[in-house]
Nanobody, 122 residues
Framework: QVQLVESGGGLVQSGGSLRLSCAASGSIFSINAMRWYRQAPGKQRDLVAG???????NYADSVKGRFTISVDNAKNTGYLQMNSLKPEDTAVYFC????????????????WGQGTQVTVSS
Protein backbone atom coordinates (compact mmCIF):
# COMPACT_ATOMS: atom_id res chain seq x y z
CA GLN A 1 0.00 0.00 0.00
CA VAL A 2 1.53 3.29 -1.13
CA GLN A 3 1.04 6.30 1.10
CA LEU A 4 2.06 9.95 0.92
CA VAL A 5 2.67 11.95 4.06
CA GLU A 6 3.28 15.69 4.01
CA SER A 7 5.12 17.61 6.69
CA GLY A 8 6.77 20.95 7.22
CA GLY A 9 3.77 23.23 7.35
CA GLY A 10 3.30 25.83 10.05
CA LEU A 11 2.95 29.50 10.89
CA VAL A 12 5.44 31.93 9.40
CA GLN A 13 5.64 35.69 9.01
CA SER A 14 5.34 37.38 5.67
CA GLY A 15 8.66 37.20 3.85
CA GLY A 16 9.66 34.02 5.61
CA SER A 17 10.37 30.54 4.28
CA LEU A 18 9.13 27.01 4.75
CA ARG A 19 10.07 23.70 3.20
CA LEU A 20 7.33 21.14 2.75
CA SER A 21 8.15 17.46 2.43
CA CYS A 22 6.11 14.67 0.87
CA ALA A 23 7.36 11.22 1.84
CA ALA A 24 6.15 8.24 -0.15
CA SER A 25 6.13 4.89 1.63
CA GLY A 26 5.29 1.36 0.60
CA SER A 27 6.53 -0.92 -2.12
CA ILE A 28 7.49 1.68 -4.73
CA PHE A 29 9.09 1.07 -8.08
CA SER A 30 9.15 4.64 -9.34
CA ILE A 31 7.76 8.11 -8.80
CA ASN A 32 6.86 9.29 -12.26
CA ALA A 33 5.68 12.77 -11.36
CA MET A 34 4.89 14.82 -8.30
CA ARG A 35 2.74 17.88 -7.84
CA TRP A 36 1.85 20.25 -5.05
CA TYR A 37 -1.63 21.74 -4.79
CA ARG A 38 -3.08 24.17 -2.29
CA GLN A 39 -6.57 24.96 -1.13
CA ALA A 40 -7.56 28.05 0.78
CA PRO A 41 -10.82 28.14 2.77
CA GLY A 42 -13.81 28.43 0.47
CA LYS A 43 -11.69 28.12 -2.66
CA GLN A 44 -10.90 25.37 -5.11
CA ARG A 45 -7.76 23.29 -4.98
CA ASP A 46 -5.16 24.80 -7.31
CA LEU A 47 -1.95 23.44 -8.78
CA VAL A 48 1.10 25.16 -7.35
CA ALA A 49 4.02 23.25 -8.88
CA GLY A 50 4.83 20.03 -10.65
CA UNK A 51 7.88 17.99 -11.59
CA UNK A 52 8.33 15.03 -13.91
CA UNK A 53 10.68 12.09 -13.54
CA UNK A 54 12.90 13.82 -16.08
CA UNK A 55 13.17 16.89 -13.90
CA UNK A 56 10.92 19.18 -15.92
CA UNK A 57 9.14 21.64 -13.64
CA ASN A 58 6.18 23.95 -13.93
CA TYR A 59 4.83 26.57 -11.56
CA ALA A 60 1.74 28.64 -11.09
CA ASP A 61 2.40 32.25 -12.05
CA SER A 62 1.72 33.35 -8.49
CA VAL A 63 4.67 31.38 -7.10
CA LYS A 64 7.23 31.58 -9.90
CA GLY A 65 10.58 32.75 -8.61
CA ARG A 66 9.59 32.08 -4.99
CA PHE A 67 8.84 28.35 -4.83
CA THR A 68 11.02 25.43 -5.94
CA ILE A 69 9.85 21.85 -6.35
CA SER A 70 12.25 18.91 -6.21
CA VAL A 71 12.31 15.16 -5.68
CA ASP A 72 14.92 12.96 -4.02
CA ASN A 73 14.30 9.61 -5.69
CA ALA A 74 16.69 7.80 -3.35
CA LYS A 75 14.49 8.83 -0.43
CA ASN A 76 11.16 8.69 -2.30
CA THR A 77 10.53 12.18 -0.99
CA GLY A 78 9.46 15.35 -2.70
CA TYR A 79 9.95 18.89 -1.49
CA LEU A 80 8.47 22.32 -1.98
CA GLN A 81 10.80 25.10 -0.91
CA MET A 82 8.75 28.23 -0.34
CA ASN A 83 10.52 31.57 0.00
CA SER A 84 9.28 35.14 0.28
CA LEU A 85 5.98 33.88 1.59
CA LYS A 86 2.94 36.14 1.41
CA PRO A 87 -0.34 36.06 3.35
CA GLU A 88 -2.10 34.95 0.16
CA ASP A 89 -0.02 31.76 0.24
CA THR A 90 -2.00 30.68 3.28
CA ALA A 91 -3.69 27.36 2.49
CA VAL A 92 -3.64 23.64 3.06
CA TYR A 93 -0.95 22.19 0.82
CA PHE A 94 -1.39 18.73 -0.67
CA CYS A 95 1.09 16.58 -2.53
CA UNK A 96 -0.02 14.38 -5.38
CA UNK A 97 2.20 11.83 -7.10
CA UNK A 98 2.03 9.33 -9.94
CA UNK A 99 3.63 6.23 -8.47
CA UNK A 100 4.28 2.81 -9.94
CA UNK A 101 4.17 0.14 -7.22
CA UNK A 102 6.63 -2.74 -7.38
CA UNK A 103 3.82 -5.18 -8.09
CA UNK A 104 2.42 -3.11 -10.97
CA UNK A 105 5.39 -1.34 -12.52
CA UNK A 106 3.63 -0.63 -15.78
CA UNK A 107 0.52 0.77 -14.13
CA UNK A 108 1.21 3.88 -12.08
CA UNK A 109 -1.59 5.37 -10.02
CA UNK A 110 -2.18 8.79 -8.54
CA UNK A 111 -1.89 9.18 -4.78
CA TRP A 112 -2.70 12.08 -2.47
CA GLY A 113 -1.35 13.08 0.87
CA GLN A 114 -3.49 14.30 3.75
CA GLY A 115 -2.38 17.91 3.51
CA THR A 116 -0.38 20.27 5.68
CA GLN A 117 -1.45 23.73 6.81
CA VAL A 118 0.63 26.74 5.87
CA THR A 119 -0.29 30.05 7.47
CA VAL A 120 1.49 33.28 6.60
CA SER A 121 0.89 36.23 8.89
CA SER A 122 1.19 39.82 7.72
Amino acid sequence: QVQLVESGGGLVQSGGSLRLSCAASGSIFSINAMRWYRQAPGKQRDLVAGITSGGRTNYADSVKGRFTISVDNAKNTGYLQMNSLKPEDTAVYFCNADIAPQAFRRFPSAYWGQGTQVTVSS
